[in-house]
Each structure stands twice: as C-alpha cells, then as structure tokens.
C-alpha cells in the first residue's frame, strides 16, 4: 500500500477562493446526543481532518461539522470509520441511539474557503492529497485549515465535496467567527427515541453494504 503525503501548506498563505453559505440554508448534523443542535465542539474528542488547531495565540479553536444532507452527516460521522474493504461492515446499535440528528440553518451568510477540485489546483493539489486521505494524515491536514484560519480572519469556515457520501457537501465552522447563535435550530431528533428516523439510518447504511447490529 503506498504512502499518501500530504504537503505542508505554504507561507504566506496564497490566494484564498471563497463561497458563500446563504442565510436560511439548511444544514444537517448527527451528533452526540449531549450536545445541543448548533453547538460547538470545544476541542474534544478524536481529532479530524481539519480540527483541532489552535488560533494564532495557541488557543484550540471549537468546531462545527455539517453537512447539507442527512445521509452524508451520517456517513461522515456514524459510518465514518468503516474500511470499505472489510469483509463484514457493521456499526453497534447502542453507537448509533447515542446520537441525535439535527437540521440547522445561518440567521446569515457565512463566508467558507473552497477546498473543491479547482480551488486545491490553485494551490498545486489535488483531492488526494487533502481530502481523500485516510486518518492516519490527520495531523498533517488539521494544518491547512489552520494556516486558511489565521491567513483569512474573515473566513468562517471551509467548504468542500464529502469523501464519504459525494456529491454532498461538508462544511466545518469556526466558533470565534460564527456563533450558536447565527444559526436556527429547526430540529434534533434522538436516534433512540425515533423508529423512523433509526429505518432511515439503517437504509443509509445498507446502500454501502453496512449493518447496524445490536
């Protein structure tokens, strides 16, 4: 199996292209089912591809992962971890009713960095080398949104295609640009107080061959 590099991003940061997340755009979450429908993660848990960092001062800046559909929150969270190539791909029932899933919509638009195809060209990479990489790249990826925070203080976030569940889209959201309070909470459901939202989920797994097993 070959060795995926990830390059260090560049400094200074080069030119950064933006997209805009409209106010009222609905975006979907599957979280723990500790956490509010909008609330931001404080630097806890696993790390991810582009969280945790720290903030020029060496504070950890706290995160929010969404998506814009309910199927790909759910395979970039609950199914995230399933190797495509194992011979039984299942999740546990109990990891699954810990979670709830929630739709939340920006009070205003948010200004995110593109890490689409085209704007990974400006930069010299490609989605291989960033955002098709496995976990173990992790500590070198968290880096590029580290340097896009710090380089663009008006940017709230990043924007790019799901790995997991394309053509979908995933975003993750800064808390010391945009706040709880910028977004509507319009819903948040517990996976195990909702037979239907529990079918819904199990049929998202199904099309990728993943069982949830009690």
């Known amino acids: 199996m070959s060795v995926v590099s990830v390059p260090s991003p560049p400094s ?11 106010k009222g755009t609905i975006l979907h979450r599957t979280h723990g089912s500790g956490y509010r429908s909008a609330q931001f993660n404080p630097c806890m848990g696993q790390p991810t591809r582009f969280a945790p960092f720290a903030d020029a001062s060496g504070a950890c800046v706290p995160t929010l992962y ?8 759910a395979f970039e969270s609950i199914f995230h971890d399933i190797d495509a190539t194992a011979a039984f791909k299942t999740v546990r029932l109990d990891v699954v009713e810990a979670r709830s899933v929630s ?26 080398e960033l955002i098709e990489t496995p ?22 976030g990043l924007i790019w295609t799901s790995r997991q569940c394309d053509p979908d889209q995933c975003v ?29 989920l199990r049929g998202f797994g199904q099309r990728a061959g ?4 009690s």
């Open 66 to 73: 969404a998506a814009t559909s309910r199927e790909a929150a």
């Open 103 to 128: 739709r939340i919509s920006p009070t205003r638009d948010l200004l995110v960095a593109g890490m689409f195809a085209p704007d990974l060209k400006l930069w010299g990479l490609s989605r291989g």
């Open 210 to 213: 993943i069982t949830i097993i």
């Open 172 to 200: 993750i959201l800064f808390e010391d640009r945009v706040r709880e309070a910028d977004f509507e909470a319009l819903d948040c459901i517990e996976v195990s107080a909702d037979a239907t939202l529990l079918l819904e």
């Open 135 to 156: 976990k173990s790249t992790y500590v070198r990826t968290v880096l590029w949104a580290e340097a896009i925070h710090r380089a663009r203080p008006d940017i709230d």
């Open 12 to 22: 200074p940061f080069p030119s950064i292209n933006t997209q805009t997340v409209a």
